[in-house]
């Protein structure tokens, strides 16, 4: 009974170590507008290895970069419309979105346009991976439950690649710690080893207990 009851006691211990908070991220295929959809607008072509539009008018900073060490170009003045700067038909292979700190947004629609391979998209914990096709290739990334994203990434398998990255828009855009009800994703728990040691001692309780039991 001494053995059972430290058994159960680690693993609880460890259980409450090991099991990050992880927000629902939702994606969806496709252009699917939520209320409050805002544009992320330019006032004019710019080029560098982060480039800075605003949330439609709102003055709060959008941040886009490339994960690769691409140097992007906005191609003009409006919404955004993003490429490799090295020319027009020059793939990116990654993408990395956010909004000035300190803030966050539920909703974000993007479209790596003219791509070919498979794209993969990170939300804190979460990932999501689909194929991109010569023309558009919309999602729609949605967090629920109350959590807020802060920022998306977008990376290609080898050989993959898209011209540009376009029609990128928000929602549900918060300001933490002043906005009601806006908290941003918790961060990915990576075990201590503190928690990895009681994980082991729960593993050689249970064992021994079989052993008794035969």
């Given at each position: 009974m001494k053995i059972k009851t430290l058994a159960v006691a680690a693993a609880l211990a460890c259980?409450?170590?090991?099991?990050?908070?992880?927000?629902?991220?939702?994606?969806?295929?496709?252009?699917?507008?939520?209320?409050?959809?805002?544009?992320?607008?330019?006032?004019?072509?710019?080029?560098?290895?982060?480039?800075?539009?605003?949330v439609d008018h709102a003055g709060i900073a959008a941040l886009f970069s490339s994960l690769t060490g691409e140097t992007l170009l906005q191609n003009s003045s409006g919404q955004a419309d993003i490429s490799n700067n090295a020319g027009k038909k020059v793939d990116l292979t990654s993408m990395h979105f956010m909004l000035e700190a300190g803030f966050g947004f539920t909703d974000f629609i993007m479209n790596p346009a003219s791509g070919h391979g498979m794209a993969t998209v990170t939300v804190?914990?979460?990932t999501f991976t689909?194929?991109?096709?010569?023309?558009?290739?919309?999602?729609?990334?949605?967090?629920?439950g109350?959590?807020?994203?802060?920022?998306?990434?977008?990376t290609l398998d080898t050989g993959g690649g898209f011209l540009d990255f376009k029609q990128p828009r928000v929602s549900g855009?918060?300001?933490?710690?002043?906005?009601?009800?806006?908290?941003p994703l918790p961060p990915v728990t990576i075990p201590e080893p503190g928690a990895l040691s009681l994980l082991g001692i729960a593993f050689l309780a249970l064992a021994g207990i079989r052993r008794r039991r035969s």
């Open positions: 259980g409450s170590w090991l099991s990050p908070a992880s927000a629902s991220i939702i994606f969806m295929l496709g252009n699917n507008p939520q209320p409050d959809e805002q544009n992320i607008l330019f006032g004019a072509k710019e080029t560098g290895t982060t480039i800075t539009g605003e804190g914990a979460a689909y194929a991109l096709g010569s023309g558009q290739n919309f999602l729609t990334i949605i967090a629920t109350g959590d807020v994203m802060t920022d998306v990434s977008v855009v918060c300001e933490f710690g002043v906005t009601g009800d806006c908290t």
